[in-house]
């Protein structure tokens, strides 16, 4: 009986190992395709992934599979926690793609196909009137899966749950509705302040040479391996992995700004040092990767905000930074302190400061939850979006491509994808008051440029487990509480009442 158990895991993770070589190639193909890859081998190139995104749903949903799970069905308490974890995601995966009829999934990888066409015409063209008949069909064939995955509380569960396990509608509501509170409130107060902050420093000529090894040499201190991944270029900064020995980060560099690269950078290695630091144990486990995509925006958050503009690392690095750019001859470490911590309520997410950022995604957390629940339609979604930037931000797009087309998300029907970024936001603040109790003097380390000490806490309490606990596990573990706003608004209050207000 045992023997059988083991010998029965061993070919169930030899099966997930050839699944997870063929998501490799696939990986590998995407960043090249964004990178590298020249202009006319797109057709070549989509057929390419086409095929092999296809034999991987066909390995996830085989009969294989379904004997694997039915083999195991009786035995769950007899195995241990990384092979229960392993075999419970294997049979979540095949249960979610089974209820979905076969043909209703191949209309709807067509329909959401064009609606990304639709939509990057669309927001060329500032034309919402573009997008509008791709994204309803979008939308509809959502409603119709949730109705097949079926739904607790709310329908839009189904689709948190996908990006964040454990997220409820009902917990969000508490959750972005304190730190919608908290920030506008903050965001007043930063308002009626009478400093005046500039960020002219970060403008000028930054050689794109220069950036990218300032950019190199950061990663480094930050623990990024590059015997294990590499930096390269694209229009969006992304990162993707082949495995923790093969992580590709990117970023984008503009000749006279410096500040989004070099964010962009360090957000990106937050990312890729979650990824590098996986342990090979967890090969063939499907589990080898980085839990939930809030927890991943935790890891790239923490290194762009509270480590990469914090004072600490700027006393360190500003006296580098001088060395590559002589636009930062006579710059004060407090002058770009308060630089790279400039806010600025805006109409673009992606450009947003720190403070603000929050406050973009809980707009579109907003919009979908009442979109899924059919209480606003996708003709509604200009005068929603325009009315909450005005009531929130304090700002109005004058046109659709500043405003509800910016994003990608919605034309592949990524909804529920977008919680995860605050969510990131405030599982890293929990991180950082526990860090702050294990190690007192991690910030001074830090003024030194010895980032070792936060890349240590990370791994261990982060990194090592991949996608053994769920986010609501891992968070309670690493913290003994449950995921709540407290920390994330006392270090907003702090740090930028100290910067705006003094
Ligand atoms: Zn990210």
Same mark, same amino acid.
């Given at each position: 009986?045992?023997?059988?158990?083991?010998?029965?895991?061993?070919?169930?993770?030899?099966?997930?190992?050839?699944?997870?070589?063929?998501?490799?190639?696939?990986?590998?193909?995407?960043?090249?395709?964004?990178?590298?890859?020249?202009?006319?081998?797109?057709?070549?190139?989509?057929?390419?992934?086409?095929?092999?995104?296809?034999?991987?749903?066909?390995?996830?949903?085989?009969?294989?599979? *379904?004997?694997?799970?039915?083999?195991?069905?009786?035995?769950?308490?007899?195995?241990?926690?990384?092979?229960?974890?392993?075999?419970?995601? $294997?049979?979540?995966?095949?249960?979610?793609?089974?209820?979905?009829?076969?043909?209703?999934?191949?209309?709807?990888?067509?329909?959401?196909?064009?609606?990304?066409? *639709?939509?990057?015409?669309? !927001?060329?063209?500032?034309?919402?009137?573009?997008?509008?008949?791709?994204?309803?069909?979008?939308?509809?064939?959502?409603?119709?899966?949730?109705?097949?995955?079926?739904?607790?509380?709310?329908?839009?569960?189904?689709?948190?749950?996908?990006?964040?396990?454990?997220?409820?509608?009902?917990?969000?509501?508490?959750?972005?509705?304190?730190?919608?509170?908290?920030?506008?409130?903050?965001?007043? !107060?930063?308002?009626?302040?009478?400093?005046?902050?500039?960020?002219?420093?970060?403008?000028?000529?930054?050689?794109? !040479?220069?950036?990218?090894?300032?950019?190199?040499?950061?990663?480094?201190?930050?623990?990024?391996?590059?015997?294990?991944?590499?930096?390269?270029?694209?229009?969006?900064?992304?990162?993707?992995?082949?495995?923790?020995?093969?992580?590709?980060?990117?970023?984008?560099?503009?000749?006279?700004?410096?500040?989004?690269?070099?964010?962009?950078?360090?957000?990106?290695?937050?990312?890729?040092?979650?990824?590098?630091?996986?342990?090979?144990?967890?090969?063939?486990?499907?589990?080898?990767?980085?839990?939930?995509?809030?927890?991943?925006?935790?890891?790239?958050?923490?290194?762009?905000?509270?480590?990469?503009?914090?004072?600490?690392?700027?006393?360190?690095?500003?006296?580098?930074?001088?060395?590559?750019?002589?636009?930062?001859?006579?710059?004060?470490?407090?002058?770009?302190?308060?630089?790279?911590?400039?806010?600025?309520?805006?109409?673009?997410?992606?450009?947003?400061?720190?403070?603000?950022?929050?406050?973009?995604?809980?707009?579109?957390?907003?919009?979908?939850?009442? $979109?899924?629940?059919?209480?606003?339609?996708?003709?509604? $979604?200009?005068?929603?979006?325009?009315?909450?930037?005005?009531?929130?931000?304090?700002?109005?797009?004058?046109?659709?491509?500043?405003?509800?087309?910016?994003?990608?998300?919605?034309?592949?029907?990524?909804?529920?994808?977008?919680?995860?970024?605050?969510?990131?936001?405030?599982?890293?603040?929990?991180?950082?008051? !526990?860090?702050?109790?294990?190690?007192?003097?991690?910030?001074?380390?830090?003024?030194?440029?010895?980032?070792?000490?936060?890349?240590?806490?990370?791994?261990?309490?982060?990194?090592?487990?991949?996608?053994?606990?769920?986010?609501?596990?891992?968070?309670?573990?690493?913290?003994?509480?449950?995921?709540?706003?407290?920390?994330?608004?006392?270090?907003?209050?702090?740090?930028?009442?100290?910067?705006?207000?003094?």
């Amino acid at each position: 009986m045992i023997l059988d158990i083991k010998e029965k895991l061993d070919e169930v993770k030899k099966y997930i190992g050839d699944i997870e070589k063929l998501e490799k190639a696939i990986e590998l193909l995407y960043w090249d395709m964004k990178t590298y890859m020249p202009k006319k081998a797109l057709d070549s190139r989509t057929s390419v992934l086409e095929y092999l995104s296809d034999q991987q749903f066909k390995l996830t949903t085989s009969e294989k599979v *379904a004997e694997f799970i039915d083999f195991f069905s009786d035995k769950m308490n007899n195995l241990d926690l990384i092979d229960r974890v392993m075999i419970d995601n $294997l049979k979540r995966n095949y249960d979610e793609t089974k209820k979905i009829p076969k043909d209703k999934y191949l209309e709807y990888v067509v329909i959401a196909s064009k609606s990304e066409a *639709a939509w990057e015409e669309a !927001k060329e063209k500032s034309d919402f009137s573009i997008f509008k008949p791709h994204l309803e069909k979008v939308v509809e064939y959502q409603k119709e899966f949730i109705n097949y995955w079926g739904y607790e509380g709310n329908k839009y569960n189904t689709l948190l749950d996908k990006y964040e396990r454990g997220i409820t509608v009902e917990k969000l509501d508490i959750i972005f509705g304190e730190l919608r509170d908290g920030i506008v409130e903050l965001l007043k !107060k930063i308002n009626n302040s009478n400093k005046k902050i500039s960020k002219d420093i970060f403008t000028g000529n930054f050689p794109i !040479k220069a950036q990218e090894e300032f950019s190199i040499e950061v990663l480094k201190k930050m623990g990024f391996n590059f015997d294990c991944g590499r930096l390269d270029v694209s229009v969006h900064p992304f990162t993707l992995d082949m495995g923790n020995s093969d992580v590709r980060l990117t970023t984008h560099y503009y000749e006279n700004e410096i500040s989004s690269a070099l964010l962009s950078s360090i957000h990106e290695g937050g990312h890729g040092i979650y990824e590098q630091n996986i342990p090979d144990s967890l090969d063939g486990t499907g589990l080898g990767t980085g839990v939930s995509m809030g927890i991943h925006e935790s890891q790239s958050r923490f290194y762009e905000n509270i480590i990469g503009r914090s004072k600490e690392f700027w006393t360190y690095f500003l006296p580098v930074a001088k060395k590559y750019f002589k636009e930062f001859k006579d710059t004060t470490l407090d002058e770009f302190y308060e630089a790279i911590n400039y806010v600025e309520p805006s109409l673009i997410r992606t450009e947003a400061d720190e403070l603000t950022y929050s406050l973009h995604i809980i707009i579109r957390y907003e919009i979908e939850k009442s $979109l899924i629940n059919g209480e606003i339609e996708v003709s509604d $979604l200009p005068r929603v979006w325009n009315e909450k930037y005005k009531e929130y931000l304090g700002v109005e797009p004058s046109n659709d491509a500043e405003g509800v087309l910016q994003d990608t998300h919605w034309s592949d029907g990524s909804f529920g994808y977008f919680p995860s970024y605050a969510l990131g936001n405030v599982y890293g603040a929990q991180m950082l008051n !526990k860090l702050l109790q294990d190690k007192p003097n991690i910030f001074k380390e830090i003024s030194q440029g010895n980032l070792n000490g936060v890349y240590e806490w990370l791994k261990e309490n982060v990194h090592k487990h991949g996608s053994i606990y769920t986010p609501e596990e891992l968070i309670k573990n690493i913290t003994g509480e449950e995921i709540n706003t407290k920390y994330f608004l006392e270090y907003l209050n702090k740090k930028y009442l100290s910067i705006y207000t003094n």
